[in-house]
Structures are given as structure tokens and as C-alpha cells.
T-cell receptor, first 109, second 112 residues
Framework: DAKTTQPNSMESNEEEPVHLPCNHS???????IHWYRQLPSQGPEYVIH???SNVNNRMASLAIAEDRKSSTLILHRATLRDAAVYYC??????????FGAGTRLTVKP | DTAVSQTPKYLVTQMGNDKSIKCEQN?????MYWYKQDSKKFLKIMFS???????INETVPNRFSPKSPDKAHLNLHINSLELGDSAVYFC???????????FGPGTRLTVL
């Protein structure tokens, strides 16, 4: 399975944008890039996913490199509620999701 | 309305006991999953069920058995509990053809 690499932790100030990087150099053409987050003491929560083009939704934006070997999750304006562990996952349609260690995001007031 | 619910939220039991964790989803999804999150916080998929058929069976001990009485429920039965089974167990559901999985709040299992 293709793997992802994320920084262990990142910090951000409240109301500032956050860019969470993910490297996936062994991604295959059929792998979708998914992002989930897990708030303290809660189950994971879907954030966004994409294949080749950049994606936007109400929660975040996903910027995918042209060669697809890396991607960046963008939170446009971090709030305290965005403090969580963010997981970048590669998944083929119909296959299971394999979570890595993720990035622990701390948001400072 | 809770989309994916699990009971109980906490479960403390002795080694060797048999226990069950229940999961229900009211989203009309046709696929349900069980994940285990250990003390190091790694989430690992254990099982998934699609239309009452097991489609993924990770290399978990056969003491763990998923049971799906209907499309809205996927219960997890654990026999002869061991200390290493202590973890948080999450249920999730999704619709075939869609990418988003919805997770329950988790059940913290502690084996003494």
C-alpha cells in the first residue's frame, strides 16, 4: 500500500490560515487522497478528498501537486475548535482506509 | 439525531470474559466498519460489512467476530478478552460509491 508522511505536530494562531502538508511519493493513479480529523475524545471526521484537481468545501481546501506526490490541506481561518489530529490517507475505491500517525494541530488563541 | 451510535461508551471487564459492543447507523448506508485505536492512537481497520457480507477481514484474532443482524447494525463480539484488547473501538459507516465514512463516538474498552 502506498504510504503517507506527515509532520508529527504543527501549531497555528487562531484566525490564521493553516497549511498541513502530506507527502505520498508512491501514490498510484487510482489512489484518492483523503483527509480526516479526530478531535479529542471523538471519532474521526471526514474533511475532504480529491484525486487530481484541487478541491474546496465548507471545511477546507485540498491542494494537490501536479505530480500528485504531495498534497496540502488548507484551513483558511483556524479556530480553537480545529485543534485535532489530521490524517492524510490514500485510498483506492472499494478498499479500506489505512490511517497513519497524523499531524497534531494545536491552535493558540 | 445521532448518525452512528455505539453502546456502551465505556466498558470495563475482567480478562477471560466475553463482551459485545453495539453499533447502529441511521444514515441508510450499506457498508459498516469496525476500527481499533490502541494506546499509541493508531487507528486500524478490523472489519467491514457490505450488505450483510464480510468484505474485509483484517488479521485480527478469531476471538473477535462481527455480527450484522440487519443493514443498520454491526455489532462486535469479543470472546476470552485479553489485556491487549484494551483500546477504543470505533464503528463507522459509508455508502458504496461514496468516499466519506461516518464514525461513531467510540467505545473505550478496558480489560483488567
Amino acid at each position: 500500500d502506498a504510504k503517507t508522511t506527515q509532520p508529527n505536530s504543527m501549531e497555528s494562531n487562531e484566525e490564521e490560515p493553516v497549511h498541513l502538508p502530506c507527502n505520498h511519493s508512491t501514490i498510484s493513479g487510482t489512489d484518492y487522497i483523503h483527509w480526516y480529523r479526530q478531535l479529542p475524545s471523538q471519532g474521526p471526521e471526514y474533511v475532504i478528498h480529491g484525486l487530481t484537481s484541487n478541491v474546496n468545501n465548507r471545511m477546507a481546501s485540498l491542494a494537490i501537486a501536479e505530480d500528485r506526490k504531495s498534497s496540502t490541506l488548507i484551513l483558511h481561518r483556524a479556530t480553537l475548535r480545529d485543534a485535532a489530529v489530521y490524517y492524510c490517507i490514500l485510498r483506492r475505491v472499494g478498499n479500506d482506509m489505512r490511517f497513519g500517525a497524523g499531524t497534531r494541530l494545536t491552535v493558540k488563541p | 439525531d445521532t448518525a452512528v451510535s455505539q453502546t456502551p461508551k465505556y466498558l470495563v471487564t475482567q480478562m477471560g470474559n466475553d463482551k459485545s459492543i453495539k453499533c447502529e447507523q441511521n444514515l441508510g448506508h450499506d457498508t459498516m466498519y469496525w476500527y481499533k485505536q490502541d494506546s499509541k492512537k493508531f487507528l486500524k481497520i478490523m472489519f467491514s460489512y457490505n450488505n450483510k457480507e464480510l468484505i474485509i477481514n483484517e488479521t485480527v484474532p478469531n476471538r473477535f467476530s462481527p455480527k450484522s443482524p440487519d443493514k443498520a447494525h454491526l455489532n462486535l463480539h469479543i470472546n476470552s478478552l485479553e489485556l491487549g484488547d484494551s483500546a477504543v473501538y470505533f464503528c463507522a459507516s459509508s455508502q458504496v460509491g461514496y468516499n466519506e465514512q461516518f464514525f461513531g463516538p467510540g467505545t473505550r474498552l478496558t480489560v483488567l
